[in-house]
């Protein structure tokens, strides 16, 4: 205002001095220049807020459908699959919708909050916070798609090392004759012998086809140890002996096993636990230069969720939930993770509710390749959680045996009929 009050003043001056011409075209073109600018400056910002938008807008139409994926079952996939491809024959049960689903699917499509994550609501803001770096690529019957499996390192004092030094990383077979584990009502592990059992079991003829591993080979159970204990982590005690129960279970099954139990804090001169999957890669490289025969690989940990998201009761009796996960690093990803589809798909089946699903992971949240590049048909398992027992991860150890036997057999059946 002021600006124009000494113009008009100037304009009044120049009249009298004669020059009322050239003032006004002064004023005509400054009010021309300044509408110019303040045009120019609205147009490169509605064009920058524009720009934005899309890009929030397709990174969270992106992590909705992966939100909305993992809250529905597979059957409603094979059912809209059913409606656009009347060819296409879907042998998947559906699961309808819940409120809650609908609920949810909504408010992450458009707002992108997460309504069972708080930490959501701050995601976008700060960095680092970002949730889109691992998500639940297939859901188990109930599993909450928000709870995903967590890996905590362990506070451990080292103990006197009972593995030769130069069998660093290295894989023993069966149960290196041992006693079969605590409760396991299984044999040793040891070769079957033949074709075929007198009840008529297949047998891998004495071939060693599964290995099985611990990247953390100490995980353990709070029920397991004393009272008070302040970590779930023995150098007894521990996930490595569910390792040996599927093993033997396996052998039962007639699919030939090989088991590592080796302990790595004590076998790996300045171990570090960040490293453990280094190590582990040097433990399945070993054992496939030892032997061709080796298919199935299997590294089983114990998950650091509580007892409520690792349990399910299924016909009276608990069993430990199963978690598959799977890398992305590793750029064949979608093998294994086809590999895992089959035996979770399997368990869902004959175990409703054992299996939590299959997880995502990248780089952001992990290892995010856990050796699975080495093998299509291999496969991180986190079985229980940090207040599972023995017993409970026992039973779901002898549950996958059962499954992953079954599909070793219905795929050999069919490379025979194929050759």
Do not use: C
């Not at 920058?48 to 899309?54: D, E, S």
């Not at 809209?80 to 609908?102: C, N, V």
């Amino acid at each position: 205002m002021k600006w124009f009050s000494k113009m008009a003043s100037g304009l009044r001056q120049s009249e009298r001095w004669g020059e009322p011409d050239r003032i006004r075209e002064m004023l005509v073109t400054g009010k021309a220049f300044s509408l110019l600018s303040l045009s120019s400056m609205l147009f490169f910002m509605t064009l920058g807020i524009a720009v934005m938008l899309h890009q929030q807008s397709s990174v969270s139409s992106m992590d909705s459908m992966k939100g909305f994926a993992a809250s529905v079952s597979s059957g409603l996939f094979g059912d809209m699959l059913e409606m656009e491809m009347p060819a296409f024959q879907s042998s998947l049960s559906t699961d309808t919708l819940t409120g809650k689903e609908i609920s949810v699917f909504l408010m992450r499509t458009l707002t992108d909050i997460n309504p069972g994550s708080p930490s959501s609501l701050l995601a976008g803001e700060l960095p680092g916070m970002a949730q889109s770096d691992a998500f639940l690529i297939r859901k188990g019957v109930g599993t909450d798609a928000d709870v995903g499996p967590q890996d905590h390192s362990p506070i451990y004092e080292p103990t006197p090392d009972p593995t030769p030094a130069d069998n660093e990383g290295g894989a023993s077979s069966g149960n290196d004759g041992d006693e079969p584990s605590e409760g396991s009502g299984a044999g040793d592990g040891t070769d079957s012998g033949g074709k075929d059992e007198p009840n008529g079991q297949p047998t891998t003829e004495g071939r060693k086809v599964a290995f099985i591993y611990h990247s953390h080979n100490r995980e353990s159970w709070y029920p397991e140890l004393e009272p008070g204990a302040k970590d779930a982590s023995s150098g007894t005690k521990n996930i490595t002996l569910v390792g040996k129960r599927l093993a033997e279970k396996l052998e039962e099954h007639g699919v030939g096993s090989v088991v590592s139990d080796t302990d790595y804090p004590t076998a790996i001169k300045n171990y570090r636990w960040e490293l453990s999957y280094k190590y582990s890669m040097k433990t399945v490289k070993e054992a496939m230069a030892g032997s061709d025969d080796l298919t199935y690989f299997f590294d089983l940990h114990r998950d650091s969720q509580k007892r409520k998201y690792t349990t399910v009761d299924i016909g009276g009796k608990s069993y430990a939930q199963v978690y598959f996960i799977i890398g992305h690093r590793n750029p064949n990803w979608k093998e294994n993770e086809a590999f895992a589809t089959k035996i979770h798909d399997e368990l869902e089946k004959k175990y409703p509710g054992i299996s939590r699903g299959i997880w995502g992971k990248t780089a952001a949240t992990g290892n995010a390749e856990y050796n699975q590049s080495l093998a299509s048909e291999s496969v991180l398992m986190e079985i229980g959680g940090v207040d599972n027992s023995l017993d409970e991860s026992y039973r779901t150890a002898d549950a996958l045996a059962e499954i992953i036997a079954s599909i070793y057999w219905d795929a050999e059946e069919v490379s025979g009929e194929e050759e």
